[in-house]
């Protein structure tokens, strides 16, 4: 069982950034490829993008590219999620998903995954 674990949430202006964290609770996280979801209010669960096991390939949905960056620290268990010049649309729950199933890439499915972790709230102000 794989327990993740998000934080860095809050409460940010617009153009500012945050750092969000999630940490796997097992040493085999390299074997894990790593999907970010948000959920804004009233909303489906989206897909924002997502890192390989290895961490030296990674997708990002077009509303954030060039502004989100995902990477990985395999010998600390983590994935980052770094978030630059947001928005008010970004202002969501972020989740960090985990999946072995499909290979060692990431998947835009919410049902790819095995293992999700609790959220972290992200708010940008206008």
């Known amino acids: 069982q794989v327990q993740l674990v998000e934080s860095g949430g809050g409460l940010v202006q617009a153009g500012g950034s945050l750092r969000l964290s999630c940490a796997a609770s097992?040493?085999?996280?390299?074997?894990?490829?790593v999907g970010w979801f948000r959920q804004a209010p009233g909303k489906e669960r989206e897909f924002v993008g997502g890192?390989?096991?290895?961490?030296?390939?990674?997708y990002y949905v077009d509303s954030v590219k060039g502004r989100f960056t995902i990477s990985r620290d395999n010998a600390e268990n983590t994935v980052y999620l770094q978030m630059n010049s947001l928005k008010p649309e970004d202002t969501a729950v972020y989740y960090c998903?985990?999946?072995?199933?499909?290979?060692?890439?990431?998947?835009?499915?919410?049902?790819?995954?095995?293992?999700w972790g609790q959220g972290t709230q992200v708010t940008v102000s206008s």
């Open positions: 890192i390989n096991w290895i961490g030296y390939s990674t």
């Open positions: 097992v040493r085999t996280f390299s074997t894990y490829a």
């Open positions: 998903a985990a999946k072995q199933r499909g290979g060692s890439y990431w998947s835009e499915g919410l049902y790819e995954y095995d293992y």
